[in-house]
């Protein structure tokens, strides 16, 4: 748009801004395939070595938190000398978390900061935790660490690369304790660098070297005495801070800041960033500075340097002068005013010159169809843009096809995991979205606090709670419990942790003796399982299987999950064993007993199909609606009088609500609860749920549920 006809080289066009530094990042994703050179920008914006150093030593003055440490390992810069790829630093992000690694190097770095000696939630405890279960298969503690058996395999190297960049992290922290002379703190400074960086031909680090090489040689001619890390670090920032004007009138398409002396003439000038309040900047003045108070001509004004590198600006244009700012809010949409210095020139042109209207209001959508019209103010060769603006701009209303409009191809897997058909039964819509589109949503970030825990929320008291039922189940004693609790980061430490203990302690022992009264006796071992229904080949293995039977237990309240899945197992030990077992289901709020020989062939059939369906097309088995359903058709047997299925309604709305289904909110995104549980779902609630439920109260204590 700026020659229709004549020839524009990259050195004939200048792109300046007040502070050039707001855009740097963006520049070079924008120009990538045009030459370019960016002048006046802070040597921490333009040498990613030198940014990575400086994020290292500010490390020594934080609190060497997982997140600190980690970001760190994962600039590329970093991770390409250690070896590591982006998925292997996912991976060890997950062991860190895991692990119970929150703050702190060690017992020793905290006692040195002059806090609590203690090594729960450091790096050192969670690396002793990560090489001990790599060593050994063990649960419980050894010689006071337990053992974190998640890394196993060829998965040890990669442990050994995060304690290698560890080690150097922890070595440098005591080496900045102590005071240096210029050139040691020279020596060693290079010697963070070679730790962590490749010594390759990069002029980033070779200019990065020279900054030490000042220090060594320079500075220390004329100055001998030890000085400590804080002032190294602080000069070294100042370094970085400092702006150079390499690259100005390079040759290419030049980048740059409105400073003084700019005014070289260009044939085309582009002024960024004219927007009100920001350009040209107030003067500021501190309290007590009395030139503040009574200004006098030929007093310095930042405001009046603003304007008169403006004024050079547009003068050193000898074609075109392009001036832009941002006239909408980002927020509400409403509308914004220029610069001062761009409405004044707005104002002169109109009122002197008689020329109006040359303000230029861009879209904010690339498919703008003023894009594609052939307008020579708004243009684009973006093809797919140009496709959607097309379809945007024709008379007939377009609605968007569904996301799934063909079923899934049947499963050609054989044979069926009954782990798999499980976990279908506990959500069928997240194994669809999960298992079998390969999408995995990540609705929130579940990374904890940089932090030791202090209370646990609704999923965490949910997940300690299990352990410490699964703990005296097997003869442990509460006092171990709640030490490997503890050392795994699952549970509050020192004495708010004991006491929350023995607020749960009493309730959880409860729990644990109505499973005992169960009286199944001991767990018996794993068994294979090797089944055909309806020519679906079933295999896996049959567990919770114990003298007197089978038996599942989940501390809370009953769901429709635990009665699906002993339900399930229930149909496939029947089909497996010589004698049906009796199958126990313990909650909080009650116990089931399924009688031997209940059920059959045919119901483990339905299942199976059940989940054949579910991995083609989103399940209509919504699984706790279709049980609050079942329990409403249940108790209007008695004194209900509320519509079963407005029970389903209410059951999913809240579950949607609360986060509990990010599968669904996914799947259905902001359908109404009334269009999912349609009268598919109803049929099936009818003919599966109610009369499951109907056969798992006949058998349980205390008749129906009220």
């Known amino acids: 748009w700026l020659y229709q006809d004549e020839t524009l080289e990259l050195h004939d066009i200048v792109v300046m801004a007040p502070d050039i530094q707001l855009y740097s990042q963006l520049i070079p994703a924008v120009f990538q395939t045009i030459q370019h050179d960016i002048a006046d920008c802070q040597a921490r914006h333009v ?95 050894v010689d006071e660490i337990l053992p974190y058996t998640e890394i196993e395999g060829s998965h040890g190297e990669l442990l050994g690369r995060l304690c290698q960049f560890v080690e150097i992290v922890e070595s440098a922290q005591r080496s900045v304790l102590k005071e240096k002379t210029l050139r040691q703190w020279s020596e060693t400074l290079r010697q963070f660098c070679s730790s962590l960086f490749d010594e390759a031909e990069q002029p980033e680090l070779h200019e990065m070297f020279g900054i030490f090489s000042q220090l060594g040689e320079c500075f220390a001619e004329y100055h001998h005495e030890p000085v400590s890390f804080a002032v190294i670090r602080s000069w070294i920032e100042r370094e970085a801070d400092r702006k150079s004007s390499a690259g100005f009138l390079g040759g290419r398409l030049t980048f740059c800041s409105m400073l003084p002396m700019r005014s070289i003439p260009f044939r085309c000038v582009c002024l960024l960033g004219l927007n009100e309040s920001e350009f040209p900047k107030e003067d500021s003045f501190a309290p007590f500075d009395l030139l503040g108070m009574s200004y006098r001509h030929g007093d310095r004004s930042r405001r009046s340097d603003d304007r008169y590198q403006a004024l050079e600006a547009i003068l050193a244009a000898r074609d075109r002068l392009y001036l832009s700012y941002v006239g909408q809010s980002l927020k509400d949409n409403s509308l914004l005013c220029p610069s001062v210095v761009l409405t004044e020139i707005l104002e002169t042109l109109e009122n002197y010159y008689g020329i109006a209207d040359i303000v230029i209001s861009h879209p904010l959508h690339p498919f703008n169809g003023r894009y594609f019209n052939g307008s020579k103010e708004f243009f684009s060769y973006d093809e797919h843009h140009c496709r959607v603006a097309t379809v945007l701009m024709e008379d007939t209303e377009v609605l968007p096809p569904p996301w799934l409009s063909n079923p899934v191809s049947p499963r050609q897997q054989t044979p069926c995991s009954c782990e798999e058909i499980a976990a279908f039964l506990a959500q069928p819509q997240s194994y669809f979205l999960r298992q079998v589109m390969g999408i995995h949503p990540r609705i929130h970030d579940v990374s904890p606090e940089e932090h030791e825990l202090f209370e646990l929320d609704s999923l965490e008291k949910f997940v300690a709670e299990q352990m410490i039922v699964d703990g005296l189940l097997a003869g442990e004693q509460p006092a171990h419990i709640l030490k490997m609790l503890q050392s795994g980061q699952n549970w509050p430490l020192a004495h708010p942790g004991e006491l929350e203990f023995e607020n749960h302690i009493s309730d959880i022992i409860t729990f644990v003796e109505t499973i005992k009264n169960t009286r199944v006796g001991k767990l018996q071992p794993s068994l294979p399982i090797d089944i055909e229904i309806d020519t679906v080949q079933l295999a896996g293995l049959l567990g919770n299987r114990y003298d007197g039977g089978m038996l599942f237990y989940r501390y809370g309240k009953m769901k429709g999950k635990d009665i699906l899945r002993g339900w399930f197992y229930h149909l496939l030990a029947q089909e497996v064993l010589n004698e049906p077992p009796l199958t126990h289901i313990v909650a909080s709020d009650r116990t089931i007993t399924i009688r031997a020989g209940k059920g059959g062939r045919k119901d483990l059939s339905l299942l199976v199909h059940l989940f054949q369906e579910g991995c083609r097309y989103p399940s209509k088995l919504h699984v706790e609606p279709a049980f609050a359903y079942a329990r409403q058709v249940v108790s209007n047997r008695g004194r209900g009088k509320k519509e079963p299925i407005r029970a389903a309604y209410e059951q999913l709305e809240y579950d949607l609500k609360n986060g509990y289904l990010p599968e669904s909110a996914l799947l259905y995104q902001s359908q109404p609860v009334e269009q999912i549980l349609d009268g598919a779902f109803e049929r099936l609630c009818l003919d599966f749920m109610v009369p499951l439920w109907d056969e798992m109260l006949a058998a349980a204590e205390g008749g129906y549920d009220a």
């Open 47 to 141: 040498n990613a070595y030198l940014d990575g150093f400086l994020q290292f030593l500010r490390l020594f003055s934080s609190r060497y938190s997982w997140s600190d440490l980690l970001s760190l390992l994962e600039r590329p810069e970093i991770r390409s000398h250690f070896s590591l790829t982006s998925s292997d630093c996912e991976l060890i992000r997950h062991w860190v978390i895991d692990a119970g690694i929150r703050w702190g190097m060690s017992a020793e770095q905290r006692h040195h900061d002059g806090l609590h000696e203690f090594s729960s939630g450091t790096w050192r405890f969670g690396l002793e935790r990560m090489l001990m279960g790599f060593c050994i298969d063990a649960k419980s503690p």
